[in-house]
């Protein structure tokens, strides 16, 4: 079974500035995928960033960057230049290649400030 | 594009009743997953349906079944509705493979409320 750690529940950045969201898992599997989304108070689970366990560098999508340390499990979530449009919950999630279902962590709430 | 749609988007019951939801996937996409994530949460698999048969199922009890159809869309079924019960339920829509990079897109949700 896989585990995922979010251990900050809360957050709040100044509009522009950089934030990092920590997750860490826990799995015996060799070959998985990392996965953040984004939930606004919508609800919708938007998709931000992938990252690879065979990966060698690590992924970024415009602002999103993941810094991803195998070795210590962890694939922290990078937000550059926050936006007013970043507050909501982002999610950790894992999936091993063989498995078909995505395993969540707890969430992190963050909120920009102008 | 149409993205996973889901319908519908609030739904009030009573315990003891029965729910169906509803959801179509993103175009292009074969599968079908079902999450449930209570308040304050992260999403539960619930199950994921594939050509039509339901492939793997999550730690949830037979109250909650699905199916999916020939247009690859699908419904969670659950029966003998229970408070706890009360969640927004998300589906999510992917591609059949089991490659690491498959990305599972969401739709909005529906928000269940048993009374």
């Known amino acids: 079974a896989q585990k995922i750690t979010q251990t900050q529940p809360g957050m709040f950045v100044q509009e522009k500035e950089a934030v990092t969201l920590d997750c860490t898992y826990d799995?015996?599997?060799?070959?998985?995928?990392l996965f953040w989304y984004k939930q606004p108070s919508s609800g919708e689970m938007i998709f931000l960033i992938y990252q690879g366990s065979y990966d060698e560098q690590n992924a970024t999508e415009g602002r999103y960057s993941l810094n991803f340390q195998k070795a210590r499990k962890s694939a922290n979530l990078v937000i550059s230049a926050s936006q007013l449009g970043d507050s909501a919950m982002y999610f950790c999630a894992m999936r091993p290649i063989n498995d078909y279902k995505l395993s969540f962590g707890a969430g992190t709430t963050v909120t920009v400030r102008a | 594009d149409a993205g996973v749609t889901q319908s519908p988007t609030h739904l009030i019951k009573t315990r003891g009743q029965q729910v169906t939801l509803r959801c179509s996937p993103k175009s292009g996409h074969d599968t079908v997953s079902w999450y449930q994530q209570a308040l304050g949460q992260g999403p539960q698999f619930i199950f994921q349906y594939y050509e039509e048969e339901e492939r793997q199922r999550g730690n949830f009890p037979d109250r909650f079944s699905g199916h999916q159809f020939p247009n690859y869309s699908s419904e969670l079924n659950v029966n003998a509705l229970l408070l706890g019960d009360s969640a927004l339920y998300l589906c999510?829509?992917?591609?059949?493979?089991?490659?690491?990079?498959?990305?599972?897109?969401f739709g909005a949700g529906t928000r269940l409320s048993v009374l």
């Open positions: 799995t015996s599997d060799q070959s998985y995928g």
């Open positions: 999510a829509s992917s591609f059949g493979t089991t490659l690491a990079k498959n990305i599972q897109y």
